[in-house]
T-cell receptor, first 110, second 114 residues
Framework: GQNIDQPTEMTATEGAIVQINCTYQTSGFNGLFWYQQHAGEAPTFLSYNVLDGLEEKGRFSSFLSRSKGYSYLLLKELQMKDSASYLCAVRYTNAGKSTFGDGTTLTVKP | DGGITQSPKYLFRKEGQNVTLSCEQNLNHDAMYWYRQDPGQGLRLIYYSQIVNDFQKGDIAEGYSVSREKKESFPLTVTSAQKNPTAFYLC?????????????FGSGTRLTVV
């Protein structure tokens, strides 16, 4: 299968910056997504990367290095509401479907 | 407003019983997907469909069945052959050619075997 690895848990302080890493198998890569999922709710789309580099969307940015099979999600000016699970998902080939990592549970503390 | 609707929100199944989870979207999306999520884990793909009257197995299709008779609807049946069906089931849709918007998810169905 296409293993997607991300840390299980992270903790950060309100107002700080946190980086959540994701590594994946590069063969057949055709796009990477980040989703946010609050406890008991459905995931919501955050970002999409298919070319190398940084994509910025307000407080959230996502970076991709295709040659290294590596991405990160950067969250700035953390707020308590950012406490959630962050899912990295990779689309392989052009089949449309995505494979998800197990998610990183982020806890933001005052 | 456009969206994707799953029902019911909670479902209880007895041993040996088949149950069907509903998923309807009015986003005019071509592709629809069913994922299963177990506690503390990511999403695993059950079935997906890119066009009407066609669907493909995902990574964990055994014990499940689907149909795609209409563009708007993609129901999932959990059969008695699925030995461990208790999980959170998520339906999603996407528009082909608009990949940078990712999936739109429904609010999910939480299935429990009693």
């Amino acid at each position: 299968g296409q293993n997607i690895d991300q840390p299980t848990e992270m903790t950060a302080t309100e107002g700080a910056i946190v980086q959540i890493n994701c590594t994946y198998q590069t063969s057949g890569f055709n796009g990477l997504f980040w989703y946010q999922q609050h406890a008991g709710e459905a995931p919501t789309f955050l970002s999409y990367n298919v070319l190398d580099g940084l994509e910025e969307k307000g407080r959230f940015s996502s970076f991709l290095s295709r040659s290294k099979g590596y991405s990160y999600l950067l969250l700035k000016e953390l707020q308590m509401k950012d406490s959630a699970s962050y899912l990295c998902a990779v689309r392989y080939t052009n089949a449309g479907k995505s494979t998800f990592g197990d998610g990183t549970t982020l806890t933001v503390k005052p | 407003d456009g969206g994707i609707t799953q029902s019911p929100k909670y479902l209880f199944r007895k041993e040996g019983q088949n149950v069907t989870l509903s998923c309807e979207q009015n986003l005019n999306h071509d592709a629809m997907y069913w994922y299963r999520q177990d506690p503390g884990q990511g999403l695993r793909l059950i079935y997906y469909s890119q066009i009407v009257n066609d669907f493909q197995k995902g990574d964990i299709a055994e014990g499940y069945s689907v149909s795609r008779e209409k563009k708007e609807s993609f129901p999932l049946t959990v059969t008695s052959a699925q030995k461990n069906p208790t999980a959170f089931y998520l339906c999603a849709s996407s528009m082909r050619g608009s990949d940078n918007y990712g999936y739109t998810f429904g609010s999910g169905t939480r299935l429990t075997v009693v």
